[in-house]
């Protein structure tokens, strides 16, 4: 019996790539389905909740989802959930600016993944956060936000790939949906199996 397989939503072909290296070597298939999901107002977990709800709607049985949120500390967490459109708006020198006039630089980057199991079911959370601060733009830019976003001395954008992907946010909240996963092997035969 081959091991579980999951339909990972997204049209990001970066995400793809690091969720794909993180689940893949623990044995987790990722099959990639890209739908246009709404991106609703509300708090980070709302936000994943609604996409993952869609997404089982539309494909008529289990999903993955993520939500990616770059949280300032000394702005209560915005940009948040709406970091995307912040990027596509004002890009990483607009976000730097967002925190001149405070001294606290710090951030969180957060990865929620949603699973449901398909229409009507219950929605998992798996969540990872990882502390960081943002700086002024370093290293290739061409994975969103990651040049700005500073953990222990380099930017995401800097780092080796296999080195992010073993401390970053989408990694800790992808080791706690693998642990799930693997917490029930009747659960990942009947849940996960396409």
């Known amino acids: 019996m081959s091991g579980p397989v999951v339909n990972f939503i997204t049209g990001n072909a970066n995400k793809l790539i690091e969720v794909k290296a993180i689940l893949e070597p623990a044995g987790i298939t990722v099959q990639n389905l ?102 002024p733009a370093r290293g290739p830019t061409t994975f969103g936000w990651d040049p700005i976003f500073e953990y222990e001395g380099q930017t995401y954008a800097e780092m080796d790939k296999a080195a992010k992907n073993k401390i970053s946010h989408r990694f800790k909240a992808l080791e706690k949906l693998r642990a799930w ?7 990942t035969a009947l849940i996960l199996r396409i």
């Not at 246009?36 to 977990?45: F, K, S, W």
């Not at 770059?70 to 709406?82: K, R, T, V």
């Not at 708006?89 to 699973?115: C, E, M, P, R, W």
């Not at 996963?181 to 659960?187: L, M």
Request: hydrophobic share 40%.
């Open 34 to 135: 890209k739908l246009d999901l709404p991106e609703i107002q509300g708090t980070i977990e709302d936000v994943t909740r609604e996409k993952c709800r869609v997404a089982a709607n539309v494909m008529g049985g289990p999903v993955l989802v993520e939500d990616t949120c770059l949280c300032f500390d000394a702005l209560n967490e915005l940009p948040g959930p709406y970091i995307k459109w912040f990027m596509q708006s004002i890009g990483h020198v607009g976000l730097n600016n967002l925190l001149a006039a405070y001294d606290d630089k710090s951030a969180q980057a957060v990865a929620t993944f949603g699973f449901s199991k398909g229409p009507g079911h219950e929605i998992l959370l798996f969540q990872g956060r990882t502390h960081g601060k943002i700086v």
């Open 181 to 187: 996963i693997e917490g029930d092997e009747i659960r």
